[in-house]
């Protein structure tokens, strides 16, 4: 059963990561997407998830500073090595996406408020958390409308997307919080597979397409390991791996449903108001800094509690 469990908690992570870092990003259908890119995608998430929830339990991560640096590796690692966008636009490249999104937006937010949310007693903070997201979201998808390789979605089809996608991780958090119930404990010989395909993709992909990624992935994740490496010496608490598990309040997944209501509404009201607001941009000045910011704060923690 336990091994069961974690195979079910590494898929439905991977969902929750595609949910918030692909699908709320894109915030639409894209001419070129297919049910087979979106398994595709899943895949290559759920493997990442794989590498963060080991990270999060081999160093017994309860507490969030950590949790920022586990979850930069999960961004550098999406963004660093299955694509190659950390590199594109040095320095700022490797918080947008990896730090400013992936960390802070798809873990600290969706990874973990979110599932402390559901697994906390009702409460109007909670449906305020999810409409909070939701309007954000919104926000976010009038943006394309301005870019060349963007789009305009129509309402209808805008609806149709977010409240699917949003299904289906509703299902998902309802899953992960299931099978966190069971530590999270891989096999080593799984662990040693895995960690082979990434080694072996960075080798013959990554590398030869941004040979710069040869010395500077390795030292952004060796920074992450250094912030973490004591971690498990003083930590008396479960890893967030167990700890995220709770009761299942009803209420609280019905509540999720403001987080798609609330973005519908917003987009709504943009396009009837015909909005031309670049709000990308507004997200790039703001989470950018944020994102070199909170690694900074994190590591530092971390190497204070090395010593």
């Keep these: 059963m336990r091994i069961f469990k974690n195979i079910l908690l590494v898929l439905a992570t991977g969902y929750i990561f595609v949910y918030f870092s692909e699908h709320l990003f894109w915030a639409r259908i894209r001419p070129d997407d297919s049910l087979q890119n979106w398994i595709s995608a899943w895949i290559a998430y759920s493997l990442a998830a794989f590498v963060f929830l080991s990270l999060v339990s081999k160093f017994k991560i309860a507490d969030r500073w950590p949790l920022f640096l586990a979850a930069s590796a999960f961004g550098w690692l ?4 299955i694509v190659q966008t950390t590199y594109e636009s ?3 490249s490797i918080s947008f996406t990896g730090l400013a999104w992936h960390a802070l937006i798809s873990v600290w937010m969706g990874w973990y408020a979110v599932r402390r949310a559901l697994t906390s007693p009702p409460s109007l903070r909670t449906l305020g ?3 909070a997201i939701g309007a954000g979201y919104g926000l976010w998808a009038i943006c394309w409308w301005l870019e060349p390789d963007g789009g305009v979605a129509t309402l209808g089809e805008f609806s149709t997307f977010t409240l699917t996608i949003s299904a289906l991780v509703t299902l998902a958090y309802a899953l992960a919080n299931w099978s966190a119930s069971e530590p999270f404990a891989p096999n080593r010989w799984v662990t040693g597979i895995i960690a082979a395909v990434f080694v072996l993709y960075f080798a013959f992909v990554t ?3 941004t040979p710069i990624a040869l010395l500077l992935l390795p030292l952004l994740l060796g920074l992450v390991y250094f912030g973490l490496r004591r971690n ?7 890893p967030l791996t167990t700890a995220l598990h709770g009761r299942f309040h009803p209420l609280n997944y019905l509540a999720f449903s403001a987080l798609p209501l609330t973005a ?4 709504a009201t943009a396009e009837a108001l015909r909005l031309q607001w670049q709000t990308n941009w507004i997200l790039y000045l703001i989470t950018t800094p944020l994102g070199f910011v909170l690694f900074g704060i994190a590591l530092v923690k971390g190497m204070r509690a090395s010593l």
């Design 232 to 238: 498990p010496q003083w930590e008396t608490r479960e």
């Design 90 to 92: 040095l320095p700022l």
């Design 207 to 209: 590398v030869p397409v």
């Design 78 to 81: 999406t963004e660093g090595l």
């Design 264 to 267: 519908i509404i917003v987009y």
């Design 129 to 131: 958390l999810f409409a």
